[in-house]
């Protein structure tokens, strides 16, 4: 099962051809994912469910209708175990962003919190997980497939938000304030937090 986040809405992608009675299921061949996209705009309670029967054809379908960008991104814990967090746009997110030519994703997920933090000194620990979500550029919808890494680092200097890239504030999150900060982010972001800090209810 694969989730696309369209803001915090997602949709649901499987091998299966049904799932639930609360989703609207279409073989993801046939689906419209402009219309898909605005009706969770404007309703997020709406499920979707796309399928086929062959997850590989499942992916590569969905990437065809929707470009895709590839970016990478961290979960950075430094030595006291405080998460570092941006705010971009209002919301609490994590440092990310898309590849560079030449790049490893590995390369990009540490140039992009770096960048976009200031923090040095960091090292992969280990992959945690791929992220699907929406965005419009230019007037059209794409796919952004995010690579995130758990790492670490001991830095201990100033943080810098990349204000360019519409960050406004950097900063290191103990557990309780990491749950706070989960009540104002995006839907792939809690993806990475489910079952370190996130129960069923949430």
Known sequence: MYKVFVNNASIHLSTQSFIS????????????????ITQLQNNPSLKFHLYHSKE?????????????VVAGGGKVYNKENKILFIKRN????????????????????????????GVTGIEITRFLMKTYHVFKRQGKYKLKLTYWFEMKTEFEGQLYPQIEESITKVKWKSSVKTIEALKNTYGTITQLFSREYLTEDN
């Open 56 to 68: 590989q054809k499942l992916i590569k379908i969905l990437h065809k209708k929707l470009p895709v």
């Open 21 to 36: 009675d609360e989703f609207i299921s279409i073989p993801i061949r046939k689906a419209n994912m402009t219309e898909i």
């Open 90 to 117: 209002g919301h609490w997110d994590l440092p990310k962003g898309k590849t560079e030519k030449g790049e490893s994703i590995e390369e990009t997920s540490v140039r992009e919190v770096e960048e976009e933090t």
